[in-house]
């Protein structure tokens, strides 16, 4: 059901073409996790095609975005102008995560954010045309949408998880009037009754590794914790909310996850949806992205597994230190940037 032109020419082999095929994937990690990244992406452009990831997504430090566990800073403008080079140059797109669905009005305003975005969309950053923003604020989309005419707006799923109504295909038709592309709640995920409704299923994408359970019943409140926290990040009452919530997430952790079973993500494919995320921001070790990254794009049948280990295994050989440089004996210390 795909409308992808790329779809016909696309090389396949007995290992991926018994799932989902002509899959598109976006993985997170970027402004975190970006030299094995890069590593690995360009592997698979390399030497597996047929998995070869098209775009990579990066929570930005700032206004627009929410506190995640910890504090970091902002990515200064040498190392991002760097990174979208690194990213263009492998032929990825790169999509900033903008995931904080309540904003401060003023906020909107942003000199910084805005230049992140405007670089976003220079040609020479953007070969591929791959490049976007995600967003969970209508407020923001609306900004966006209306500065910078051919940027491409995707939904971040905070956007459905703070709607306080009953989540229909018609609140997700009333999404596309705003946003070109709409990643699904989770939960929405597995539901066939929904997403199989839905009028415009190109446009939409599901995350894969959800780690919350289906059954958790406060992410909304958890959202609602972690925006506070942007703006009043060592307030010690919102520290301790939010380690109650996630406390809960991980208590209710033996019901099933929103992680996606190999026939869930069958469904959605067999239903017209073709984009997959593989997400990083809940993780604190880039081992945990890897794995569940080469997890889902090689998952085949039983008797091509040993080939698909194989390939796996091949592409994280290919992360190892440097022997070019000789050891300086200053790893032990650490450098501040100010």
């Known amino acids: 059901?795909?409308?992808?032109?790329?779809?016909?020419?696309?090389?396949?082999?007995?290992?991926?073409?018994?799932?989902?095929?002509?899959a598109r994937w976006m993985v997170g990690g970027a402004?975190?996790?970006?030299r094995n990244l890069l590593v690995l992406l360009q592997f698979l452009k390399t030497y597996y095609p047929p998995r070869a990831v098209g775009r990579?997504?990066?929570?930005?430090?700032?206004?627009?975005?929410?506190v995640h566990r910890e504090v970091l800073p902002p990515v200064p403008e040498v190392y991002y102008r760097a990174l979208l080079e690194a990213y263009a140059r492998v032929q990825v797109g790169v999509v900033l995560v903008f995931d904080n669905p309540t904003l401060p009005a003023d906020s909107l305003r942003d000199e910084g954010l805005h230049r992140m975005v405007q670089q976003l969309l220079?040609?020479?950053?953007?070969?591929?045309?791959?490049n976007a923003v995600c967003v969970a604020s209508d407020a923001l989309a609306a900004t966006l949408r209306e500065k910078y005419p051919r940027l491409t707006l995707m939904c971040h799923p905070h956007r459905a998880i703070v709607e306080p109504g009953r989540r229909s295909p018609e609140f997700y038709e009333k999404l596309e009037e705003l946003y070109h592309r709409v990643v699904l709640h989770p939960r929405d995920a597995v539901v066939p009754e929904l997403f199989?409704?839905?009028?415009?299923?190109?446009?939409?994408?599901?995350?894969?590794?959800?780690?919350?359970?289906?059954n958790y019943a406060s992410r909304r409140e958890l959202l609602g914790v972690m925006a506070a926290l942007r703006l009043r990040p060592w307030d010690a009452a919102l520290l301790r909310a939010q380690e109650r919530l996630l406390s809960l997430a991980e208590a209710g952790k033996p019901a099933p996850a929103c992680c996606l079973t190999q026939r869930e993500e069958a469904a959605l494919y067999e239903a017209g949806i073709r984009s997959f995320v593989v997400q990083s921001v809940?993780?604190?070790?880039?081992?945990?992205?890897?794995?569940?990254?080469?997890?889902?794009?090689?998952?085949?049948?039983?008797?091509?597994?040993?080939?698909a280990a194989l390939i796996m295994g091949a592409?994280?050989?290919?992360?190892r230190e440097s022997a070019v440089s000789l050891p300086s004996g200053l790893s032990f210390f650490s450098t501040v940037d100010f």
């Open 1 to 22: 059901m795909s409308n992808d032109a790329t779809d016909a020419v696309r090389p396949l082999d007995e290992t991926t073409r018994g799932h989902m095929p002509q």
């Open 31 to 34: 402004f975190r996790y970006d």
């Open 56 to 66: 990579v997504a990066g929570v930005v430090q700032g206004a627009w975005s929410l």
């Open 122 to 130: 220079l040609a020479e950053y953007n070969p591929t045309g791959a």
């Open 196 to 214: 199989g409704k839905l009028q415009h299923v190109e446009r939409y994408e599901a995350v894969v590794n959800d780690p919350l359970p289906r």
């Open 282 to 307: 809940a993780y604190r070790n880039e081992l945990t992205l890897y794995y569940d990254l080469l997890s889902h794009l090689f998952r085949t049948q039983p008797e091509l597994s040993n080939r």
């Open 315 to 319: 592409a994280m050989a290919h992360i």
